[in-house]
């Protein structure tokens, strides 16, 4: 009994699957290749574009009668229609644009074919132009004069659903290397569906150029594409990039914020923009304590600046296009120079253990000036430098000095403009490993 259930049911699904399977329709006839546009699976609709009804054919693998409606199937009164059996093949072809066709295989699930003579549809796109109400700094939108009729169709139970159009865009921009820092010449090609008078493009064109609408996607199908352009459009959105160069700086290796430079720092801060459309550069630095008092304004697109005294400074870019319509104001620096810094160490061993306290050197952030000085205690200077960031090694004339102490006179400026004097005695120690030199007297 179980195997001849099992056969039963293998027999009713391969005749079920051949019924589903012959309601596959091929559509033919009119100007070119009939096109799928729609294939909507929830209500087992597929929506055909003809170009003129001339000779337009449904085919179905089937033997049924064939039915169709125009609003909504009538399940008490179908309406339907001659059709033509060739063998296993029946189709119809008194075919009219707007209406839903289908055959019933005794109850079986259905498929639905609706067709549209698109001749009737054509888009007319006769002038487009910018839509002034739309924010050019920041997206385009088109307006014009076109007529673009809805292409409506009727699902079995009554819904009312619309195919929609694709159109093309296409416009001449930039494109932004940030590797190289620079802009090359694109080519911006957007294809998108719906009305393209209700489309805004958030990638406004860079630079002047010629702005081509075309469509739809079902009209080039069949050869009969429409455009309409805008010869030269006058480009106004803005694309800025800026970013700083730390020319130098003053050094300093006494312990602070990692965010403090030590100064004087010279920075070049440069600005990327697209160029003619951007033709207004200005660079704003100020002391974040004045705001309001710059300390200085610069119109180029590059500036070079010198931070030499303690504080928090802001640098600001603000770029305009040519017509004064955009701005970009959206870069910012914020450079912070630390205090100055001076400490001295009062003891050192020179030869004794390499690499480990065995320079005099000080610990300093933020000094513009220095010179420092070593004396012996009869008042002769053993060594003399200009560079903090350098020190005396504990020699003269090329040997070891004794052990014992040494004057030091340090004279520096910091950030505020200050100059400073520092003096002191530092100790020099000598590791009973080091082989005696012979010592530094008064001549």
């Known amino acids: 009994m179980d195997e001849i259930r099992k056969i039963v049911w293998l027999i009713a699904f391969f005749t079920g699957a051949f019924t589903l399977f012959a309601q596959e329709y091929e559509v033919t006839g009119g100007k070119g290749t009939p096109l799928l546009a729609v294939d909507n699976t929830n209500y087992r609709i597929k929506v055909y574009l003809v170009y003129g009804m001339e000779n337009v054919k449904i085919s179905c693998a089937s033997s049924s009668a064939w039915y169709r409606y125009k609003n909504k199937v009538d399940e008490l009164n179908p309406e339907k229609v001659n059709s033509i059996q060739t063998g296993t093949t029946s189709y119809i072809t008194e075919i009219e644009d707007g209406y839903g066709y289908y055959v019933d295989e005794n109850g079986a699930m259905r498929h639905y074919v609706w067709i549209i003579d698109y001749s009737k549809y054509e888009p007319e796109l006769r002038s487009i132009a910018i839509d002034p109400n739309v924010d050019p700094c920041i997206a385009v939108r088109f307006t014009g004069d076109a007529d673009i009729k809805d292409m409506n169709y009727y699902t079995p139970g009554g ?38 008078f209700m489309k805004s493009f958030t990638s406004p064109p860079l630079v002047d150029t010629e702005i081509t609408l075309t469509g739809d996607a079902f009209a080039r199908h ?47 801060f440069r600005a990327y923009a697209n160029i003619p459309v951007a033709s207004r550069f200005q660079w704003t630095v100020y002391n974040d304590e004045e705001p309001d008092n710059p300390l200085i304004l610069s119109s180029t697109e590059n500036l070079d600046y010198t931070f030499a005294r303690q504080g928090v400074y802001t640098a600001k870019l603000e770029v305009s296009d040519r017509t004064g319509t955009c701005a970009n104001n959206d870069y910012s620096f914020v450079i912070n120079i630390t205090e100055t810094v001076m400490e001295i160490p009062n003891a050192f061993s020179p030869g004794t253990t390499p690499g480990i306290n065995d320079i005099f050197r000080v610990k300093y952030k933020s000094v513009v000036k220095f010179q420092g000085r070593i004396y012996n205690r009869w008042g002769n200077e053993l060594f003399y430098w200009t560079d903090p960031s350098q020190g005396w090694d504990g020699m003269y004339r090329g040997k070891y000095v004794a052990a014992g102490a040494y004057y030091y006179m340090i004279e520096y400026t910091g950030t505020d403009g200050k100059k400073r004097v520092k003096t002191g005695d530092v100790n020099v120690f000598r590791g009973k490993n080091i082989k005696t030199e012979e010592e530094v007297i008064n001549p």
């Open 159 to 196: 819904a009312l659903m619309s195919v929609r159009r694709e159109f093309t865009v296409n416009y001449q921009t930039l494109k932004w290397d940030d590797e190289l820092k620079q802009f090359s010449p694109e080519t911006y090609s957007e294809t998108f569906e719906g009305d393209p």
């Open 222 to 268: 069949f050869g009969v594409e429409k455009s309409a352009s805008i010869a030269l459009y006058e480009a106004k959105a803005l694309e800025v990039y800026a970013d700083t160069l730390i020319v130098s700086t003053g050094g300093g290796n006494a312990d602070g914020s990692e965010s403090e430079m030590s100064a004087p720092v010279d920075v070049t």
